[in-house]
């Protein structure tokens, strides 16, 4: 496997914590009692947490062996922004925190200010398919009224297609409602915040053509490339090339944020999906702008830390 030839920071990890496995396993039938995230560990036979510094330790030494410079870790259930604040506060000058907001929940908007005002925290991350809101919804604009408050924080909103393959494999059920992530119901609400960067991953997830038309008309609106992006196969003959020269003609080089969607050890970070966007940026002649959107773009909206190095990052 190649070190990458460009300063990668990754947009878009998720930060599966003991209290995230938890959270699944107290979904199961068969949840030991006391330790549901060893029965959903054991289920999928995957590399155990531990605790939130020792997720965040080998997420910074993953990120050393494949060459990636800095990543955001997003805290993947509501509840868990203290998993991914931890975890900054370790590695403060490699890693990014974003947590998941549900804001049907009561007092979401006042939670997600404690959890951003207690430091190390960047980034609201809204599900409306799963938490089944419309963005439109007044409880959506408090949570952004909560980012306009703190310049420098953005909302990541997923739309389009939504898969949890964690759920999946677990067997637990996802009634998700995507008719809820149309992009083109984010556009009103962006644009009345100007100051607030919009993240929304995937290239819009199956609704690229309505994710573009918002970035277009909302300068705030920045689209993330993760995973690998496999809603392409909604778009006939489209190609993973082609959804890059389009998202350059529209949007340009300056907000499009590289991200693997990598989750889980020991698979660790999903090199593939880099070598795959990688190669689509020089099928279409663009190789010119991959320091933005490999690195640039991600390190000009989550400027790095200028804390002195911690005990963890000393040496």
Known sequence: ????????????????????????????KDAEQGAPQETALGTLGWDAPGTADALADRWVAEFDRVGVARGALIASVPGDAGSVATAVARHPRRLVGFFMVDPTQPDAAAGAAASLDAGGLRAMCLFPAMHRFAIQD????????????????????????????VRGKLGLPSPFDIRHGNPLDLQAIAAGYPTVPVIIPHFGAGLFREALMVADLCPNV???????????????????AAVFRQALSVVGSDRLLFG??????????????????????????AGDVRGKVFGGNFDRLFPPSSESKGPAEAG
């Open 1 to 28: 496997m190649a070190v990458p030839d460009v300063v990668v920071n990754d947009a878009h990890c998720h930060f599966f914590s003991t209290p995230f496995f938890a959270a699944l396993g107290r979904q199961l």
């Open 138 to 165: 007044d409880r959506v604009r408090h949570i952004f009224d909560v980012a306009a408050a703190r310049p420098g924080t953005a909302v990541f909103v997923h739309c389009g297609v939504l898969t949890v393959g």
């Open 222 to 240: 920045h689209l993330d490339t993760s995973s690998s992006n496999g809603w392409i196969k909604y778009h006939n003959g489209l190609t993973l």
């Open 260 to 285: 693997s969607d990598s989750s889980f050890f020991p698979r660790g970070w999903v090199h593939h999906v880099f070598e795959a966007q990688s190669s689509a940026l020089d099928e279409i002649g």
